[in-house]
């Protein structure tokens, strides 16, 4: 096989062969661009932690109240807002609330009772946030229906 510089610059041109000196700027280049990037990804993450959540546990205590349970993994300077439902065997919005979580120690458990209209069947951590604006799903109650008002630090939404 003949070495590639061996061959003239027109072949060369026409097969694509670069200089080891092209190669190795190229190669820098990609290199530093590499680095840069994952500065910025490290800088961006220090400066905004994610909040982690997960249900722990629900117990229906009531026709009125379901007692939730929960954790939270944040940065400890961070006011969380976690958004909880709850909902009856035909899966209609009994409660609904978004909890407050004054900035703190990093993991905490949170129990909170979920003031519901009638007997839950099950309750939901639909997220957490430290934005009290948050992707998850409104509230969903029927026509008619008293939205129940929540215990601080719980919001109940407005009815609309």
Not at 14 to 25: H, N
Not at 50 to 76: C, K, M, P, Y
Not at 99 to 105: E, K
Request: charged residues 15%; proline residues 8%.
């Amino acid at each position: 096989m003949p070495n590639l510089k061996d061959l003239s610059p027109q072949m060369q041109q026409r097969y694509g062969v670069q200089s080891s000196r092209t190669s190795s700027i190229l190669l820098g280049i990609l290199i530093a661009l590499l680095v840069v990037g994952g500065a910025f990804y490290v800088n961006f993450h220090q400066q905004n932690p994610g909040i982690s959540s997960q249900l722990l546990t629900f117990n229906v205590v009531s026709d009125t109240e379901v007692d939730v349970t929960w954790e939270v993994n944040r940065s400890a300077d961070t006011t969380t807002y976690c958004v909880l439902r709850a909902q009856d065997d035909h899966r209609t919005d009994v409660g609904y609330a978004t909890i407050t979580v004054a900035a703190g120690a990093p993991y905490q458990q949170i129990r909170y009772p979920l003031a519901t209209g009638t007997k839950a069947a099950l309750a939901e951590l639909l997220g957490c946030s430290a934005s009290s604006t948050m992707r998850v799903p409104p509230a969903n109650f029927p026509p008619g229906v008293k939205i129940p008002d929540q215990p601080a630090p719980g919001v109940a939404p407005s009815a609309s």
